[in-house]
């Protein structure tokens, strides 16, 4: 049975299904839906529980072995199972099926990985697991979806927040509701069981903004180059995830191309319905002010090579070619020259 996560607090709820598949590429909701299934197991008396994680060189018998071993302490077992490609293999899609005939009420199995297609769907493991147990998959939500993910964590915390001010940090924190859920935290202790204005939720946001990556695209979008160099030295020191700046630069230039855009059709420029607020439209309209339409075009370009790098790892020092990229946002002179592979 297939399950949105948004569904799968009412589903456990009713009790434990001998089998979770839990598939995706947005951590937050696939870590809640896991951290679910170990409260309810451990609270039903799976109190071991054994993890395998089937990388290279990995046995399948040892799946086998822990499904049908005895504990010294309990006669219920708890198995996680990771699978770091989202594909068991030929010789795993048999084990799993077996495994499936195996399955008690003493045995519990969670299977879990990295977002999948239709073709793992599609498998006999798969199918088999499904009919049985519970299959969900966490994707990225935006639109309505995100909203009401966000009015759930608010009505959790015992806040209160206006459209506006939900729309707000929907917006700055697009395509990371880790990042969303941490927010929501830090209000609920601002302001415990309170209404939070759009001015407090603001507030908030720029404090915190103060020690990340988003100080640092209000700094490349003013343009001030030295103090951004700076900024990136730092961020690097302190072990930050090169892939988060990418994800914040390729978000800053979706933005600016929407801005340029609406501009070059006449338009004026409706900051709230991009989501900026007043205290970072002059960092917004500089860019815009010495940015071309073909010169963002180059970013755009320039971007997409960085992004395939840094997902397959190339790059020795990914922080050199992130500030090359930081340095076309501030229309330096260096459209013509090539990307560093340092």
């Known amino acids: 049975m297939q399950l949105y996560p948004n569904q799968f607090s009412s589903e456990i709820g009713k009790g434990l299904a001998p ?24 609270a039903n008396g799976f109190d071991e529980r054994t993890v395998l994680v089937a990388d290279t060189g990995f046995s ?21 199972l990771e699978l770091p490609t989202g594909k068991p293999g030929a010789e795993g899609s048999k084990m799993l099926q077996e495994v499936a005939k195996g399955l008690t009420r003493d045995t519990l199995l969670l299977i879990h990985g990295p977002k999948i297609g239709k073709d793992v769907q599609r ?11 519970v299959s969900v998959l966490c994707y990225p939500l935006e639109g309505r979806q995100l909203t009401a ?13 206006n459209a506006a001010g939900m729309k ?12 969303a859920k941490q927010e929501i935290d830090k209000l609920a202790l601002l302001y415990p069981q309170q209404s939070v204005s759009e001015a407090q939720i603001e507030r908030a946001m720029v404090d915190q903004s103060r020690y990340n990556v988003f100080q640092l695209v209000d700094v490349m979008l003013s343009g001030d180059a030295n103090r951004c160099v700076k900024m990136l030295y730092r961020l690097e020191s302190e072990g930050l995830e090169p892939n988060i700046i990418i994800w914040a630069l390729i978000r800053e230039w979706e933005v600016l191309w929407k801005l340029k855009s609406a501009a070059a059709n006449g338009e004026a ?31 755009q370009d320039a971007l997409t090579q960085a992004d395939l790098a840094f997902k397959q790892n190339v790059i020795s020092r990914p922080f050199v070619k992130l500030c090359h990229l930081c340095m076309m946002f501030m229309a330096m002179g260096i459209f013509h020259l090539p990307l560093m592979e340092a």
């Open 19 to 42: 089998c979770y598949l839990v598939f995706g590429d947005e951590p937050q909701q696939k870590f809640e839906v896991i951290e679910q299934i170990r409260t309810t197991a451990k």
């Open 60 to 80: 399948w018998n040892q799946l086998l072995e822990a499904t049908q071993s005895m504990s010294l302490f309990s006669n219920q077992q708890f198995i996680e």
């Open 123 to 133: 498998g006999k493991w798969f199918k088999v697991l499904d009919e049985m147990g």
């Open 149 to 161: 993910w966000l009015s759930n964590q608010v009505k959790q915390h015992q806040l209160s927040i």
């Open 168 to 179: 707000m940090i929907a917006d700055f924190c697009e395509g990371n509701l880790l990042a």
């Open 269 to 299: 420029i409706q900051w709230q319905k991009f989501g900026i607020w007043r205290n970072r439209q002059g960092f917004y309209q500089s860019a815009l002010n010495r940015l071309s339409i073909e010169q963002l075009l180059q970013i």
